[in-house]
């Protein structure tokens, strides 16, 4: 006899393993780029609730900022290679998180959707590797950090994320 209860699709735990596994994986490497502080390991643990709590919350969003937070806290010094590490890291959990929040439920993730999301990701991680030569270049050549060219940096990483969700929402030109 059956109850009639039919089990909802299932979230996409490829996706959800990813973003998770991603925001594991910054415990090691702000150990192996800084130091522990007493609130590192509890941080990540709630960073990993945050991104594993729900598709359509603003979780993945506070872990993301607890994890910034986390390595502004643990690292001698911002220019360092393990920084692009942490971006990658990052920009990996934003992706899975992203696109698990968009699909439907149990809906099939299709190569072209994937090929797209790939070829986001590709981008904004070259431009901040660019970035990132860019402020090595000018604090070699200046002597030390210059807050206006990171700034600048980081605004125009964000203006690109910006223009390729619009472009991800539909709103503009595929």
Do not use: C, K, N
């Amino acid at each position: 006899m059956s109850s009639g209860y039919v089990e909802p699709p299932r979230d996409h735990p490829a996706l959800l393993m990813v973003a998770v596994g991603a925001t594991v994986l910054i415990l090691p490497l702000l150990a192996m780029a800084g130091d522990i502080r007493a609130v590192t390991v509890p941080g990540i643990i709630v960073a990993v609730v945050l991104v594993a709590v729900g598709r359509d919350s603003m979780g993945a969003l506070a872990a993301l900022g607890i994890v910034a937070l986390l390595w502004l806290s643990s690292t001698p010094r911002v220019l360092t290679a393990w920084s692009l590490v942490l971006a990658l890291l990052m920009m990996t959990i934003h992706a899975a998180v992203a696109l698990r929040s968009t699909a439907p439920p149990g809906a099939a993730l299709g190569s072209t959707v994937l090929l797209r999301w790939l070829g986001r990701f590709v981008v904004v991680m070259s431009v901040t590797g660019l970035a990132y030569v860019l402020a090595l270049g000018l604090d070699h050549l200046h002597g030390g950090g210059s807050q206006i060219v990171v700034a600048a940096a980081l605004a125009f990483l964000g203006g690109l994320v910006l223009l390729l969700r619009h472009e991800t929402l539909g709103d503009g030109p595929a």
